[in-house]
């Protein structure tokens, strides 16, 4: 059975860090897409980065500079290092996996799902 679980989440200042993690199980997910989305309560969720199998990525123009995703494939895990955070990314935060290595940008096109770790950035 295929398993996404988050960690890393929590309160931080605006202007902090935190390291979210996705640890896959169930099968191998260092040759497929995945990506870390964010949902705010009454908003649609939306992707804020992602990564394809070949290593590619797509950063939402709000993150551009402050978020970077990584993988280690190795240990079927990835991470998403958030800094300079700021009150509006304020959200719960998913990782989700294809069963592609074409990275996605549409939460349909993603087939696994983690069940979400809360993101609070005080101001």
């Known amino acids: 059975q295929v398993q996404l679980v988050e960690s890393g989440g929590g309160l931080v200042q605006a202007g902090g860090s935190l390291r979210l993690v996705c640890a896959a199980s169930g099968r191998t997910f260092r040759t497929y897409a995945m990506g870390w989305f964010r949902q705010t309560p009454g908003k649609e969720r939306e992707l804020v980065v992602a990564i394809s199998g070949g290593g590619g990525t797509y950063y939402a123009d709000s993150v551009k500079g402050r978020f970077t995703i990584s993988r280690d494939g190795a240990k079927n895990t990835v991470y998403l290092q958030m800094n300079s955070l700021k009150p509006e990314d304020t959200a719960v935060y998913y990782c989700?996996?294809?069963?592609?290595?074409?990275?996605?940008?549409?939460?349909?096109?993603?087939?696994?799902w983690g069940q979400g770790t809360q993101v609070t950035v005080s101001s």
């Open positions: 989700a996996a294809r069963s592609t290595a074409i990275l996605a940008t549409t939460k349909a096109q993603y087939d696994y």
